[in-house]
């Protein structure tokens, strides 16, 4: 039986205890919070669970092998750094750390100590982004064109990470789960409202060496909330909607044909549109399946997919996204 704790019982927190508690194969020892009405909301929910103020009652503690840690992004590396020097595995909320040098150490820590990271990645734990993993590695799709994601909503605004760090880690991460390239340069744009010194609109282009490319939309400011995502390939184009209840995902017969090699140069071509149609996805709850996977790694020893490296790959354009904003949009190489 694997026991946990949880550091942080504000917004996910609750979504995490919750799912740690309903596994069979672990047990959830305490809660921690230093807001006395989360920790309030947490002793109502689980009265016989340790609801504690103070986070090294939990870190220290020697009844716990794992350590949840949903918190601000500001306060990850302490936090999961002192966890796994005190021997526990962590299960850490996106995106996985502030920058990347304290993302190569917690690595380096949890490799030494032999412990297992995992990046709160939930999406690619979902039906839809199996489906679509699926697709493209059985090359249902084709060759890849491009990537194109747009996450907008009102609000809501964050106080220490800008909206590339807030909304765009999770279409980033769930392309670099999807996608078997790395990208070569990232160039971002942006603009900041309301006198505050982070961008809530932003627009992050990724470049690749084989003309493929991904384009993300990010808002803080937009009036309706969409979570819509296109994959293009030569064979077939996928549409994701996220708000979508039934069909989630739409796969479309549509492209271009180029018939003849003289064709390239006197742009002769066919557009293909054929028929469309919705797979059966899995309906189990995400974050309930990864937490599971998770649980199921650390007993059999196995390197978990959304690990340390996944989450230092995603910071690494994050921390990039940074630099061209700052810039102006300017290239920067990966």
């Given at each position: 039986?694997?026991?946990?704790?949880?550091?942080?019982?504000?917004?996910?927190?609750?979504?995490?205890?919750?799912?740690?508690?309903i596994?069979?194969?672990?047990?959830?020892?305490a809660?921690?919070?230093?807001d006395k009405?989360?920790?309030?909301?947490?002793?109502?929910?689980?009265?016989?669970v340790n609801?504690?103020a103070?986070?090294?009652d939990?870190i220290?503690?020697?009844?716990?092998?794992?350590?949840?840690?949903?918190?601000?992004?500001?306060?990850?590396?302490?936090?999961?750094?002192?966890?796994?020097?005190?021997g526990?595995?962590?299960f850490?909320?996106?995106?996985?750390?502030?920058?990347?040098?304290?993302?190569?150490?917690?690595?380096?820590?949890?490799?030494k100590?032999k412990?297992?990271?995992?990046v709160?990645?939930?999406?690619?734990?979902?039906?839809?982004i199996?489906?679509?993993?699926e697709?493209?590695d059985?090359?249902i799709?084709?060759?890849?064109?491009?990537?194109?994601?747009?996450?907008?909503?009102?609000?809501?605004f964050?106080?220490?990470?800008?909206?590339?760090?807030?909304?765009?880690?999770?279409?980033?991460?769930?392309?670099?789960?999807?996608?078997?390239?790395?990208?070569?340069?990232?160039?971002a744009?942006?603009?900041?409202?309301?006198?505050?010194?982070?961008?809530?609109?932003?627009?992050?282009?990724?470049?690749?060496?084989?003309?493929f490319?991904?384009h993300?939309n990010?808002?803080?400011?937009?009036?309706?909330k969409?979570?819509?995502?296109?994959?293009?390939?030569?064979?077939?184009?996928?549409?994701?909607?996220?708000?979508?209840?039934?069909e989630?995902i739409?796969?479309?017969?549509?492209?271009?044909?180029?018939?003849?090699?003289?064709?390239?140069?006197?742009?002769?071509?066919?557009?293909?549109?054929?028929?469309?149609?919705?797979?059966?996805?899995?309906?189990?709850?995400?974050?309930?399946?990864?937490?599971?996977?998770?649980?199921?790694?650390?007993e059999?020893?196995?390197?978990?997919i959304?690990d340390?490296?996944?989450?230092?790959r995603?910071?690494?354009?994050?921390?990039?996204?940074?630099?061209?904003?700052k810039?102006?949009?300017?290239?920067?190489?990966?």
């Open positions: 039986m694997i026991k946990v704790g949880v550091i942080g019982y504000g917004y996910w927190g609750p979504n995490i205890a919750r799912n740690f508690n596994i069979e194969s672990a047990k959830l020892i809660i921690c919070d230093s009405k989360a920790r309030e909301r947490a002793r109502k929910m689980y009265p016989y609801i504690v103070n986070s090294d939990i220290k503690s020697k009844d716990i092998d794992v350590i949840a840690i949903v918190t601000p992004v500001s306060s990850h590396f302490n936090l999961a750094k002192k966890a796994l020097q005190n526990k595995h962590i850490i909320e996106k995106p996985f750390i502030s920058n990347s040098v304290q993302g190569e150490e917690l690595i380096q820590i949890a490799e100590k412990l297992t990271i995992m709160d990645h939930t999406y690619i734990f979902t039906g839809s199996k489906k679509i993993k697709l493209i059985n090359k799709v084709g060759n890849l064109f491009y990537y194109d994601s747009t996450r907008v909503n009102l609000g809501l964050q106080h220490d990470v800008n909206v590339i760090w807030d909304l765009a880690v999770h279409d980033v991460a769930i392309m670099d789960f999807l996608i078997n390239k790395k990208p070569v340069a990232v160039s744009t942006g603009s900041k409202h309301f006198c505050r010194d982070l961008e809530d609109v932003a627009f992050l282009t990724l470049y690749f060496n084989d003309n490319i991904a993300f990010v808002n803080w400011l937009s009036p309706v969409i979570r819509l995502t296109l994959i293009g390939g030569d064979k077939k184009m996928v549409l994701w909607n996220d708000l979508e209840s039934d989630k739409k796969i479309y017969d549509k492209g271009v044909d180029i018939k003849t090699v003289e064709g390239k140069y006197k742009l002769l071509v066919d557009y293909r549109s054929g028929d469309m149609y919705a797979p059966k996805l899995e309906r189990k709850e995400a974050l309930k399946t990864e937490i599971e996977y998770f649980i199921e790694c650390i059999k020893n196995k390197r978990v959304n340390g490296y996944a989450g230092l995603v910071i690494k354009i994050l921390e990039a996204s940074n630099k061209s904003l810039k102006f949009g300017r290239y920067i190489k990966l």
